[in-house]
């Protein structure tokens, strides 16, 4: 049940809700190797962690999840994961949904150049990566778009519809 907390201030009403969250315990300050992409000189599990998220504005009709890592060495990041038009009944993914396909849920072509999730893989060497995890709580059911979006559309899209964000970052490198 969402707490609310109403204080009276000078004759105004101020309402409160509680915060957007997202929460993982398969997340922490470092990925594992079951996070870790199997390819590009990598080697890992490559499955999606288990994420669920709480506190989202009443006025959500959907949500929307990425993973990005702003320190790729592209000049514009790297797209591990993008996934949309999530029900907004919808406050969880189970550990590995980013190996699975669902009818409902899109996962759009990350810049591993195809759908799902594809886990950490930083260059040998570089300092340790950031991986941002996002979720969107959205003003709209669905994006419009299919699972052959590219992410600067699906982002584009996102920030024009998100009404709050939440994100945890975990680190990695090798």
């Known amino acids: 049940?969402?707490?609310?907390?109403?204080?009276?201030?000078?004759?105004?009403?101020?309402?409160?809700a509680?915060?957007?969250t997202l929460k993982s315990d398969d997340l922490k300050g470092?990925?594992?190797?079951?996070?870790?992409?199997?390819?590009f000189g990598c080697v890992g599990e490559n499955i999606s962690p288990k994420l669920s998220w709480s506190g989202a504005p009443k006025e959500t009709k959907s949500f929307a999840?990425?993973?990005y890592d702003p320190d790729a060495p592209t000049g514009s990041g790297w797209w591990h994961w993008i996934v949309f038009d999530i029900p907004k009944d919808k406050t969880s993914l189970e550990e590995g949904f980013g190996n699975k396909i669902s009818k409902d849920i899109v996962q759009s072509i990350t810049d591993y150049g195809k759908p799902g999730f594809g886990g950490a893989c930083p260059p040998k060497g570089d300092k340790a990566h950031r991986y941002v995890f996002t979720i969107y709580a959205l003003d709209v059911e669905k994006l419009g778009l299919d699972e052959n979006a590219n992410a600067a559309t699906?982002?584009?899209?996102?920030?024009?519809?998100?009404?709050q964000r939440a994100s945890i970052i975990s680190y990695y490198g090798r």
Not at 1 to 16: P, S, Y
Not at 30 to 39: I, P, R
């Open 18 to 20: 509680d915060n957007f």
């Open 65 to 67: 999840l990425t993973v």
């Open 30 to 39: 470092q990925l594992t190797s079951k996070q870790v992409f199997n390819g």
């Open 154 to 163: 699906v982002g584009f899209t996102l920030n024009f519809h998100a009404l």
């Open 1 to 16: 049940m969402k707490k609310l907390l109403i204080l009276l201030v000078f004759g105004i009403t101020i309402l409160f």
